[in-house]
């Protein structure tokens, strides 16, 4: 089963293909989503990076939280399951 990976602090110019790139050393990597703004689209400097098992998600935590990226020193952890706002129409 899928395992996601909350990544922080990531800086604006870093890609999605440099984040699969860096987390690919670690395992299988399924999907990476960057966050951006609704209304602007731009980047908000952390992503989700979802690896295929646990295991691979575990080495990759370990291995990458608190590494500098592009000057940047990441906050790699387990993604928490947030329930998703109830969005009322008016």
Request: glycine letters at 6%; a neutral charge.
């Amino acid at each position: 089963m899928s395992s996601k990976v909350y990544v922080g602090n990531i800086n604006y110019r870093t890609s999605d293909q440099a984040l699969r790139q860096l987390f690919s050393e670690y395992g299988n990597v399924e999907s990476v989503h960057l966050a951006k703004d609704r209304e602007s689209g731009r980047f908000r400097g952390f992503a989700f990076v979802e690896m295929s098992n646990s295991d691979e998600a575990s080495r990759a935590i370990a291995a990458l939280d608190g590494q500098e990226i592009d000057g940047r020193q990441l906050r790699v952890k387990e993604a928490e399951d947030r329930p998703r706002p109830v969005r009322r129409e008016y």
